[in-house]
């Protein structure tokens, strides 16, 4: 059974920095895509990162320059550091596992979720 179990969110001021990370079980998370989602109530789930089997990643133009997706096969984990953090980054963000080679930030690609961790950036 595979499970994604995030953490490392918070409250944070406008300029901070945090970083999130999901650990795996059940999956091996050097084996295909990866990937960070993120959603506020009553809006669409955002693909923010994706990483690729092969490290390659691919991030939303929101987030460029700002966050970084990185994967850790020996410790089984996947992190998100995020820097320059704006009040929009506010919202609950989503590990997921289980896509395809290259599934990119679509989240129909990935069969497996997380429960979430909250980020809340204040200005």
């Known amino acids: 059974q595979v499970q994604l179990v995030e953490s490392g969110g918070g409250s944070v001021q406008a300029g901070g920095s945090l970083t999130l990370s999901c650990a795996a079980s059940?999956?091996?998370?050097?084996?295909?895509?990866m990937a960070w989602f993120r959603q506020v109530p009553g809006n669409q789930r955002e693909g923010v990162a994706a990483?690729?089997?092969?490290?390659?990643?691919t991030y939303a133009d929101s987030v460029k320059g700002r966050f970084t997706i990185s994967k850790d096969n020996a410790k089984n984990t996947l992190s998100l550091q995020m820097n320059s953090l704006k009040p929009e980054d506010t919202a609950m963000y989503y590990c997921?596992?289980?896509?395809?080679?290259?599934?990119?930030?679509?989240?129909?690609?990935?069969?497996?979720w997380g429960q979430g961790t909250q980020v809340t950036v204040s200005s």
């Open positions: 997921a596992a289980g896509g395809y080679l290259y599934s990119g930030l679509s989240g129909s690609r990935y069969n497996y």
């Open positions: 059940g999956y091996a998370v050097g084996s295909d895509s």
């Open positions: 990483i690729y089997k092969h490290g390659s990643c």
